[in-house]
């Protein structure tokens, strides 16, 4: 029976439509960003092979994503999760999981937690997402759910500020922490860093 694997891609949630309208109009864009996407998140399933299922699910409207949406969508995957499933957050969406966790059960067991680039909260305005992603001050159901949570950040990222992972840090002290200097916000294909770290966990 193949490891299961739950990721959550990130995108951006701003607080009102005026600010998402002109997100759309005045961001920087290069080609890359029409054409298909080449990330390490698109190739989870053929680095980790047969032995590995992994659940990608498209969040509702990552421009301007909204929790309860991404929360509802979310919960439709429940029922289909096994024990001992790995989850994994790429930017909001590890700060999507680290609140859904401290909210909320999930009836099955977790094996392990993975935050890449993970924003903290509202106050840094390079952060685009409005304020109902962010957790409140108690995250025992994170740790009560989850034994195992491994981050990553990179000092170079243009995106979510090496603060932030600093504070995760703190939140998350026993947590395995790895630190890149040339990685930015990870968007690139080549991840094998988070590939060694899903396959040991099933060793």
Do not use: C
Request: no cysteine.
């Amino acid at each position: 029976m193949p490891h299961q694997i739950i990721l959550i891609h990130g995108g951006h949630a701003l607080d009102t439509r005026e600010d998402f309208l002109n997100r759309l109009k005045t961001k920087a864009v290069i080609v890359s960003n029409f054409k298909p996407s080449h990330k390490w998140t698109d190739t989870l399933q053929e680095k980790l092979g047969p032995h590995f299922e992994v659940f990608a699910p498209r969040m509702p409207n990552k421009e301007n994503a909204r929790y309860e949406e991404w929360k509802a969508w979310f919960e439709r995957m429940i029922p289909f999760l096994k024990d001992d499933a790995t989850f994994v957050g790429h930017s909001l969406g590890g700060l999507f999981l680290i609140k859904y966790l401290s909210e909320n059960v999930v009836p099955k067991k977790i094996k392990a937690l993975i935050l890449v680039a993970v924003p903290y909260d509202g106050k840094n305005k390079k952060h685009t997402y409005n304020t109902n992603f962010i957790f409140g001050n108690d995250i025992s159901g994170v740790t009560n759910q989850v034994k195992d949570i491994v981050l990553f950040h990179s000092t170079d990222d243009v995106v979510v500020p090496f603060s932030d992972f600093e504070t995760y840090k703190e939140l998350f002290p026993s947590a395995v922490a790895h630190t890149f200097k040339d990685q930015n916000h990870f968007n690139e294909l080549e991840f094998p860093e988070i590939f060694e770290e899903i396959k040991k966990r099933y060793k």
